[in-house]
């Protein structure tokens, strides 16, 4: 038993707990989750709205490929005027905000650019002029927001060639216009696409040169910074060539020193295994989506787990991909936060519990030992009142002059009730008694009157039985002698001789006693021994039984004597029947009884119950049929009282055996020692 003072503080701690902890899990997993979830959302949100960004600010590639086209069917761009050719290509850029510039690059390798520059302070363009004759010259010209002049100055190590570069080569090669792959601009050394046109020379319709537009893509990178992807999350656009094209840490993209040729960091080379695991769950790379199509990926880096999405741009000019990513951690960090205050407040409900319920239980428990002090009495039969303190609460106060009350009724009832239990004990005793001596008198009436019955229906069975048999015997025994006899008054002698031995038989398996192995077979088989048409021969040591071996014994011999004469080898011509007894060193004695044919005949060839031929399994079988219903049963019992053991068998010849096996304790007595007792 527990004190409540210990339990009531336990409980209410153990209620508080579980339903936290159950309102904590469902909640935790819960917004796991929805967070999960939401950051899958997240990611996938963060890249199609830079794929939209992208797209739209790709749009005005289109334009520009509008416009080197016009450029390249018109004649101003082969006109001998330099100076005329750049005020246009500023014009065009004053015009296009999109465009960061624009030029001419001959076939001769001299070259005019225009773009939009701000390193020299005041300048807000840039123009580039190569001029390859008489000798190679690079001049560079900065110009004011009203495309005035501010400083121009010669570059002699200036090694630019337009006929080497990208744009050039692709649009020689197309012979139209064309969009180049990303690529670091020589100048500007920033990430961008052209659009190029080749040009022809009217006059000879051989290539005059090309003509290209530079859209600058860093834009894109400074959008990918804007986004809000968390502390540690990160977006790239990777091009086909898995080139990072732009970053949300721009500083990141282009690879290589002032004096070496730019280009474009690869997707594994910046140092951030989250974006290589992440664009590599896509099996095959960026072909492994159509345009337009976002996948989501789930990747551990270093033990830790992110969130990522890679979508495709729809153009099919433009085969990049958006990748954004942000860790689980980051994700889950609001709910953990809560989770940890939660737990927090948590606590310190657990702990203000356990200190109100032990007050409480400390205000409850003092009356209530009392009243269990109280009860303690009353169940030990004392009805004296105990001292119970004051109570705080109405019920406590009722059930405190509720047990009063009943103390004092129980000490007046408890009076009377001895003296009424101790008349009624005196009747109750005398009553038993005479119930007890009838119940006695009445169950052994019971006994004796059913094994009455029960022995008057064995008796009458047995009898019903043994005259049966008896009949049998006789009818058996009548038919073999009809046989032999060649009158009517033969016939009549043998069958009365016969008959008399029958009757001599009966009688020894009737009242058995202190009787030879042998006396006992020969009484049962003599009414057949003098028969010509059977063969029986006895052989065994001299062994004498007690009267209840020799009882049990006569009757399971008489019982396959008349099963014999009835259907087997004592009912034919040519029978034979064989009884050999034998006793071993342990004191069992063994009857061994054969039936068989001398003319190779069937010993049980017909149905006892018919008459008519069958085809039994066995011999065996056909015996069990022979020896069914109370003979059957009246073996059984006999071999069951002896403590024998009883074992049919088929013989190959056509006949049966049975063996029975038996202790006897007066089987080591001689014939002699039999006849001299009393």
């Known amino acids: 038993?527990?004190?409540?003072?210990?339990?009531?503080?336990?409980?209410?701690?153990?209620?508080?707990a579980i339903a936290i902890v159950v309102i904590f899990g469902l909640t935790t997993f819960a917004s796991e989750d929805v967070l999960l979830s939401y950051g899958d959302r997240l990611t996938q949100k963060f890249a199609q709205d830079t794929t939209a960004f992208t797209e739209s600010f790709l749009d005005p590639a289109d334009d520009a490929a509008a416009l080197s086209q016009r450029l390249?069917?018109?004649?101003?761009?082969?006109?001998?005027?330099?100076?005329?050719?750049?005020?246009?290509?500023?014009?065009?850029?004053?015009?296009?905000?999109?465009?960061?510039?624009?030029?001419?690059?001959?076939?001769?390798?001299?070259?005019i650019f225009v773009n939009r520059d701000h390193s020299v302070d005041g300048a807000t363009y840039r123009s580039k002029r190569i001029v390859t004759q008489p000798t190679r010259r690079v001049e560079l010209t900065y110009y004011n927001a009203l495309f005035e002049p501010i400083v121009k100055r010669d570059?002699?190590?200036?090694?630019?060639?337009?006929?080497?570069?990208?744009?050039?080569?692709?649009?020689?090669?197309?012979?139209?216009?064309?969009?180049?792959?990303?690529?670091?601009?020589?100048?500007?050394?920033?990430?961008?696409?052209?659009?190029?046109?080749?040009?022809?020379?009217?006059?000879?319709?051989?290539?005059?040169?090309?003509?290209?537009?530079?859209?600058?893509?860093?834009?894109?990178?400074?959008?990918?910074?804007?986004?809000?992807?968390?502390?540690?999350?990160?977006?790239?656009?990777?091009?086909?060539?898995?080139?990072?094209?732009?970053?949300?840490?721009?500083s990141v993209i282009v690879e290589g020193t002032a004096d070496e040729e730019p280009r474009f960091a690869r997707f594994d080379e910046?140092?951030?295994?989250?974006?290589?695991?992440?664009?590599?769950?896509?099996?095959?790379?960026?072909?492994?989506?159509?345009?337009?199509?976002?996948?989501?990926?789930?990747?551990?880096?270093?033990?830790?787990?992110?969130?990522?999405?890679?979508?495709?741009?729809?153009?099919?000019?433009?085969?990049?991909?958006?990748?954004t990513y942000l860790p689980e951690d980051e994700i889950l960090a609001p709910l953990k936060r809560v989770?940890?205050?939660?737990?927090?407040?948590?606590?310190?409900?657990?702990?203000?519990?356990?200190i109100a319920g032990a007050l409480f239980a400390r205000a409850v428990t003092r009356p209530i030992k009392a009243l269990a002090a109280q009860a303690d009495r009353i169940a030990d039969g004392r009805f004296e009142d105990v001292a119970i303190p004051s109570m705080y609460f109405t019920e406590l106060e009722r059930t405190k002059r509720a047990v009063r009350r009943a103390t004092r009724w129980l000490r007046e009832f408890m009076a009377r009730n001895e003296a009424l239990t101790s008349e009624l004990r005196q009747a109750g005793e005398a009553l038993e008694r005479r119930v007890?001596?009838?119940?006695?008198?009445?169950?052994?009436?019971n006994a004796e009157l059913a094994e009455a019955n029960e022995a008057s229906?064995?008796?009458?069975?047995?009898?019903?039985?043994?005259?049966?048999?008896?009949?049998?015997?006789?009818?058996?025994?009548?038919?073999?002698?009809?046989?032999?006899?060649?009158?009517?008054?033969?016939?009549?002698?043998?069958?009365?001789?016969?008959?008399?031995?029958?009757?001599?038989?009966?009688?020894?398996?009737?009242?058995?006693?202190?009787?030879?192995?042998?006396?006992?077979?020969?009484?049962?088989?003599?009414?057949?021994?003098?028969?010509?048409?059977?063969?029986?021969?006895?052989?065994?040591?001299?062994?004498?039984l007690d009267r209840g071996e020799a009882g049990s014994l006569s009757l399971i011999l008489y019982e396959l004597a008349t099963n014999a004469a009835k259907y087997g080898a004592l009912a034919k011509d040519g029978g034979r029947l064989a009884v050999d007894w034998s006793k071993s060193d342990d004191g069992v004695v063994h009857l061994v009884w054969t039936e068989t044919m001398r003319n190779g005949a069937k010993?049980?060839?017909?149905?006892?119950?018919?008459?008519?031929?069958?085809?039994?399994?066995?011999?065996?079988?056909?015996?069990?049929?022979?020896?069914?219903?109370?003979?059957?049963?009246?073996?059984?019992?006999?071999?069951?009282?002896?403590?024998?053991?009883?074992?049919?068998?088929?013989?190959?010849?056509?006949?049966?055996?049975?063996?029975?096996?038996?202790?006897?304790?007066?089987?080591?007595?001689?014939?002699?020692?039999?006849?001299?007792?009393?």
């Not at 737990?343 to 702990?351: N, P, R």
């Not at 010849?653 to 007792?677: N, V, W, Y």
Request: proline fraction near 5%; include cysteine; charge should be negative.
């Open 270 to 323: 910046i140092g951030d295994p989250t974006l290589v695991a992440v664009f590599e769950s896509l099996p095959s790379g960026i072909e492994s989506l159509a345009p337009g199509e976002a996948r989501l990926a789930r990747v551990e880096v270093d033990g830790s787990w992110w969130r990522g999405a890679v979508q495709r741009l729809r153009g099919s000019r433009t085969p990049w991909a958006v990748v």
């Open 155 to 250: 570059d002699p190590a200036d090694s630019f060639d337009p006929r080497q570069r990208i744009w050039y080569e692709d649009a020689v090669k197309a012979g139209t216009v064309v969009w180049t792959k990303p690529y670091v601009f020589f100048s500007a050394r920033r990430p961008g696409i052209t659009v190029a046109t080749p040009v022809t020379d009217p006059s000879s319709a051989k290539l005059a040169g090309v003509v290209g537009i530079d859209i600058e893509i860093d834009a894109v990178s400074h959008f990918l910074d804007s986004l809000e992807i968390g502390e540690n999350g990160s977006a790239a656009v990777i091009s086909e060539d898995g080139d990072i094209i732009a970053h949300r840490d721009a």
């Open 436 to 445: 007890d001596e009838r119940t006695s008198e009445l169950a052994k009436v």
């Open 1 to 16: 038993m527990r004190s409540l003072r210990v339990v009531l503080p336990l409980m209410l701690v153990a209620l508080q």
């Open 603 to 678: 010993a049980y060839e017909r149905s006892p119950n018919t008459g008519e031929d069958d085809e039994p399994a066995s011999h065996e079988a056909e015996h069990a049929a022979a020896s069914s219903g109370f003979g059957s049963q009246l073996i059984d019992a006999m071999t069951t009282s002896l403590g024998a053991s009883l074992d049919k068998h088929d013989l190959a010849e056509g006949g049966i055996r049975i063996l029975l096996s038996f202790p006897s304790k007066e089987a080591d007595r001689t014939e002699q020692d039999g006849e001299a007792s009393p």
């Open 457 to 544: 229906r064995l008796l009458a069975q047995e009898l019903d039985h043994r005259v049966k048999n008896l009949f049998a015997m006789t009818s058996a025994l009548v038919t073999l002698s009809a046989r032999e006899a060649g009158s009517a008054r033969e016939l009549k002698r043998i069958a009365c001789d016969r008959i008399a031995a029958l009757s001599r038989a009966h009688s020894t398996s009737k009242n058995p006693t202190t009787a030879p192995l042998r006396d006992i077979v020969e009484a049962i088989v003599r009414p057949f021994a003098d028969l010509d048409s059977v063969e029986v021969t006895l052989d065994g040591p001299a062994l004498v």
């Open 339 to 354: 989770r940890d205050l939660g737990l927090g407040v948590s606590l310190l409900v657990l702990v203000l519990t356990a």
């Open 72 to 111: 390249a069917e018109s004649a101003v761009v082969t006109a001998t005027d330099p100076d005329r050719l750049i005020r246009y290509f500023y014009e065009i850029l004053r015009s296009k905000s999109d465009f960061s510039g624009i030029y001419y690059g001959a076939s001769d390798g001299s070259f």
